[in-house]
């Protein structure tokens, strides 16, 4: 009788264990996409990196100091970022400074996805290897950064940049700017 309770026992802790999460997810509490990255109120880490649209160039940290801007990391074979293409268009026809990292693609694909679909970002680094996103801890895509003028990593967003996103997250850095919501 011993052996037959234990699994039992062990399945509803389990059970109950999944009502529990999926009660704070409804709540709005629980987000399993919230990654905390420790990068928040740090200097942005480093990256150099050939741009996907002329390989003779760098893309780099470096070069985007003195401004703020937004680092978002995507990739063709993502849903969400086809998903959040067009916003992200928006935003840079407002003036929204992005730069994007093509990650663990191909860059002939990437480049036919801009080409359809336009290209909202100022340069872009291709990181087939993911020799910079490793460095930033980036898990999945898309994933989008605030850095500061000073280098520092503001904001961190993991998922599709969409307006409510925007309005809640990263809107209060750019004020000054009249940018889409």
Not at 70 to 93: F, I, M, Q
Not at 95 to 102: A, H, K, L, S, Y
Not at 125 to 143: C, L, Q, R
Not at 153 to 176: C, D, I, N
Request: net charge negative; hydrophobic share 45%; aromatic share 12%.
């Amino acid at each position: 009788m011993t052996r037959a309770v234990m699994p039992l026992a062990l399945f509803m802790v389990l059970v109950g264990l999944f009502w529990f999460v999926l009660g704070k997810m409804n709540e709005g509490e629980y987000n399993p996409r919230d990654v905390p990255t420790q990068f928040i109120g740090q200097q942005a880490p480093a990256f150099s990196l050939p741009d996907l649209l002329d390989p003779s160039r760098t893309v780099s940290t470096e070069a985007l100091r003195g401004r703020t801007w937004l680092l978002n990391v995507w990739g063709t074979w993502c849903p969400e970022c086809w998903k959040e293409h067009d916003y992200l268009l928006r935003l840079a026809s407002n003036g929204v400074p992005i730069i994007g990292i093509n990650w663990r693609d191909e860059a002939d694909e990437a480049k036919a996805m801009l080409a359809r679909l336009g290209n909202p970002f100022e340069q872009i680094g291709f990181d087939p290897h993911s020799d910079a996103v490793i460095e930033w801890g980036v898990y999945g895509a898309p994933e989008t950064f605030l850095i500061d003028a000073e280098g520092i990593v503001r904001v961190k967003h993991t998922g599709a940049m969409t307006p409510a996103v925007w309005q809640e997250k990263f809107l209060s850095y750019f004020a000054s700017r009249e940018t889409a919501s």
